[in-house]
């Protein structure tokens, strides 16, 4: 399994970001992404994962800016980011597994990880 992860950068406050994750490598449609984040000195966050149903959650934090979507005929992967905070900056990596949720994200159990994309919003 693959995932490449893109469209991170820098932003303003309020601006708006989407990231990107290709994936590649699964064996059956049994799988659900998502996608958390980590920033210095913190604690990395579960933000949000879509299963292969189509199911959705997200964190407290992003609920009502973020929206993560999938586009299967593209094997892709999409976290829209809209009214971007300094707080949202982080590496953002997505992951990939049977099941997510934000806490198994938090703690880094998922079995398959894709390389991070930063996201800064300067204020």
């Known amino acids: 399994v693959q995932l490449q992860a893109s469209g991170g950068g820098l932003v303003q406050t309020g601006g708006s970001l989407r990231l990107s994750c290709a994936y590649s490598?699964?064996?059956?449609?049994?799988?659900?992404i998502g996608w958390f984040r980590q920033a210095p000195g913190k604690d990395r966050e579960g933000v949000s994962c879509?299963?292969?149903?189509?199911?959705?959650s997200s964190s407290d934090s992003v609920k009502g800016r973020f929206t993560i979507s999938a586009d299967d005929a593209k094997n892709t992967v999409y976290l829209q980011m809209n009214s971007l905070k300094p707080e949202d900056t982080a590496a953002y990596y997505c992951?990939?597994?049977?099941?997510?949720?934000?806490?198994?994200?938090?703690?880094?159990?998922?079995?398959?990880w894709g390389h991070g994309t930063q996201v800064t919003v300067s204020s």
């Open positions: 992951v990939a597994d049977r099941a997510l949720n934000a806490q198994n994200m938090a703690l880094g159990i998922p079995r398959y």
């Open positions: 879509i299963s292969s149903d189509g199911d959705t």
């Open positions: 490598g699964f064996t059956d449609d049994n799988f659900a």
